[in-house]
């Protein structure tokens, strides 16, 4: 197996099985997190300040008020910030692949996976984005939210029939094909309603990216898509064309999450552009669009590498786009991108409270500081799921005692249940404090679960020093009304 090494956010390889010596290392390596410094590349959100007397504060709210008022744990959103990071892709995609440069223009969907509620939809449109979900929630809240149709799009490995009559009804922009038996489904839905959907399809394109397999997702043993390789992909394609109700749009391809590196959207760029242009020989159909997917990477805790911008990530494809299509001879074809985690995740942070703290020796020598706080994996499963690195910091003072080695636990009964592996946070740290642990705005609150029957965090939004909740805290109520007895 090889030597598992903590990068972008994620463990790589054995994750599990070295989780040990990765630990024994860390001992060593503990960092404490970086300040905030107002840079969107930073690990905190543009508006997390700590002021003269210690305490943090995003976007002017002091942290500390926060917790008073609302109690924790909390997610924190940073709204400005939010908005600004999908603005910035609309302005980038739009100046990229400006028309007059004759390229075809562009579409950012916001990946409603990341962290989806009625605000964060209204916000991303607001800003030029359009929303993409992937189940009967996600596309509720999207509709809920006041977005057209035609600025949603639809994806799924397993979309039931229920998710596709809603997306027809409400004439979607696009529904995703991920498999051969949803297109004889998707046609005979919209031949009975008596419209033409507009569908595109996942392929995979073998390029391998994302530091976790979990997160992978173009690579060829894994459930999204069709494939290339085998075939399946032109035989969708072959489907489609022949189905009067189906109007094939374009095609898909999205290579995993958390990627830091531009070259494996490339690739895949270079592979759906070809395929399309083989696909246009074929059957004369050249496809007006291609999907080039989402998974941009951003910092977790501040010792990885620096994410690359939208302007960056717009200009890189906008490149590879223009030289491939020119090589091949064929029209440029409009493009979307569906980024979630560099939108929502470092405009969002969660505040604990930290109850129980234990000195524990470690058997190669060497003590590490047990940090117990009122949360854990039920809130964020990352660290538990994929080993992702994240980073914390002291948020209702600072400290000028030493920094120890410590470990950010949760309050749930499983010794996975960890926050942030290794970081140096002051030796004094004890009951009462505030940590903040940042960039946890994308697959915290989306993909948190009520395990040992705790309540789910409300979602604060904070707009120039304004609190609001936009999704209120779970309550013991909550849980119980779900008993049926
Ligand atoms: C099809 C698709 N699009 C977009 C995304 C969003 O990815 P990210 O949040 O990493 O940008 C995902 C999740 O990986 C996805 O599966
Ligand atoms: N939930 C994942 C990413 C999911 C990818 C969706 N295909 C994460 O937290 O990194």
Known sequence: MSEPTRHDGVLADGAHDAAAEVAAEAVTSAR?????????????????????????????????????????????????????????????????????????????????????????ARWVHSEGLRIDTSTAGELAVALRAGVPGEHIGLHGNNKSDEELVTAIEHRVGRIVVDSLGEIERVAALAAERGVRAPVMVRVTTGVHAGGHDFIATAHEDQKFGLSLASGAARQAFEEILAAPSLNLIGVHSHIGSQILDLAGFEAAARSVLQLRAEIAEETGHLMPEVDLGGGYGIRYTGADDEPPSPAQIATGLATIVHAVCAELGTEIPRISVEPGRSIAGPAGLTLYRVGAVKPVALDGGGERLYVSVDGGMSDNIRPALYGAAYTAALANRTSAVEHVTARVVGKHCESGDIVVHDVALPADIGPGDLLAVPATGAYGRSMASQYNLVPRPPVLAVTEGQVRPIMRRETLEDLLALDLG
């Open 32 to 120: 404490p997190a970086p300040e905030p410094d107002g840079r969107p590349a930073s690990v905190w959100s543009t508006g997390v300040c700590r002021s003269d007397d210690g305490a943090l504060s995003v976007a002017g709210a002091d942290l500390r008020a926060v917790a008073a008022e609302h109690g924790t744990p909390a997610y924190v959103v940073d709204e400005a910030d939010l908005r600004a990071r999908a603005r910035s892709y609309a302005e980038a995609f739009a100046a990229a692949f400006a028309e007059s440069e004759g390229l075809a223009g562009a579409d950012v969907y916001y990946a409603g996976k990341a962290f989806l509620s009625l605000a964060v």
